[in-house]
């Protein structure tokens, strides 16, 4: 069986999507959404940079796309600093029938006791509307911290806490908005970014931690998050930017999941510019991981090293949150309609991906 699945947008995620969807035996591109003029008219092919023509051309026209009936939207749009307009765009896409899978916004990877149920339930209420289901979910909030920590805890006998942590080198990572305006790289240490605002951390990655709770079987008491930063010791470049002398050049923060006094599922990214910062802070395997740690009986810790084609472990993570998107798509689609979070469905896998 095939599905037919439209890519909304081709930023940095989306256009790893498109690829992987004309990849998959079991879905055909049907239709690519874009949000500039730049881009539309264009083939998909040309926007995912494969070399050579889909033919599938790229559209403003969400109507159009939509009144196609697909089975399925991939939808990658950025939503940190638009997140009405993007749960906006999620529910006209659900009330029109059409399943989602989508890398944002993350908070609904697993929104129970995150945000609000008023924030939530016009989802849900579009879903039903519609008879389709949403999936939020990619490699981080998503698979490197769902599946991955909840089958390694499932040789334990006794755990004392899963811990999941992000170990990378961001500086290949060319999207000065994220890296500069959001995660505040580069700026004053006496600033305050958006992620670091109370309660952002929280809401980005508390899905995380109550999701593994979820999974264990453990009610948690709260949710905490604290973080720390380090200056740049000289000026110095990275491909988005400049980064100054004693401006913001490394990252490490914690979500953490208590309960009973202690934290119990806890969600950590360690986060440099350059290699030599924060040499006391946990390294990375490679050129960066992701890594579980297990505390308990007995102690497992596992390392998901990631490598592009390229050589680069950030073309790699883009491609991974592409793939986990795209790889779910016939299990979404088969579903029951609503809002779903990664313990809802099946196993995933690579099914049919062997290049013969």
């Not at 949000?35 to 559209?59: F, H, W």
């Not at 490197?144 to 334990?156: F, R, S």
């Not at 913001?248 to 806890?266: D, K, P, S, T």
């Not at 986060?271 to 050129?287: E, I, K």
């Amino acid at each position: 069986m095939s599905y037919r699945v439209v890519q909304w947008s081709t930023g940095n995620v989306g256009r790893h999507a498109i690829a992987g969807i004309d990849a998959h035996p079991e879905l055909e591109l049907a239709g690519v959404w874009v949000s500039g003029e730049d881009k539309a008219g264009r083939d998909a092919g040309e926007l995912a940079g494969l070399g050579r023509a889909l033919g599938v051309r790229a559209t403003r026209d969400a109507d159009a796309l939509l009144a196609g009936k697909p089975d399925c939207v991939v939808y990658t749009a950025m939503a940190d600093d638009r997140i009405p307009e993007a749960l906006a765009d999620l529910e006209r896409i659900l009330r029109a029938g059409v399943n989602v899978v989508s890398s944002s916004p993350v908070f609904l990877q697993f929104p129970d006791g995150v945000v609000p149920d008023e924030m939530i339930r016009p989802i849900r209420e579009a879903a039903a509307a519609g008879w389709a289901s949403l999936w939020v979910n990619g490699v981080d909030p998503g698979f490197a911290n769902d599946w991955l920590p909840l089958v390694l805890t499932g040789v334990c006998e006794r755990i004392d806490q899963v811990r999941c942590l992000e170990i990378l080198d961001y500086s290949t990572y060319d999207n000065h908005k994220v890296l500069f305006d959001i995660m505040g790289f580069g700026g004053d240490l006496d600033d305050t970014p958006m992620l670091l605002q109370p309660g952002v951390l929280s809401l980005a990655w508390g899905s995380v931690v109550r999701q593994l709770a979820a999974g264990l079987g453990v009610e948690l008491d709260g949710v905490e998050e604290r973080h720390e930063r380090l200056p740049a010791p000289e000026a110095f470049e990275i491909p988005s930017g400049t980064i100054g002398r004693g401006t913001a050049a490394a990252l490490r923060f914690e979500v953490r999941g208590m309960r009973g006094g202690r934290a119990v599922c806890v969600l950590e990214h360690v986060t440099r510019l350059r290699p030599d910062l924060g040499p006391d802070w946990p390294q990375p395997a490679g050129q960066g991981n992701y890594r579980v740690e297990v505390t308990g009986e007995p102690n497992y810790t596992l390392d998901l090293r990631l490598l592009g084609s390229d050589g680069d472990h950030n073309t790699a993570g883009l491609k991974a949150t592409a793939m986990r998107l795209v790889n779910a798509v016939p299990a979404v689609v088969e579903a029951p309609p609503g809002l779903l979070t990664a313990l809802d469905l099946p196993l995933v896998t690579g099914r049919g991906l062997v290049r013969r």
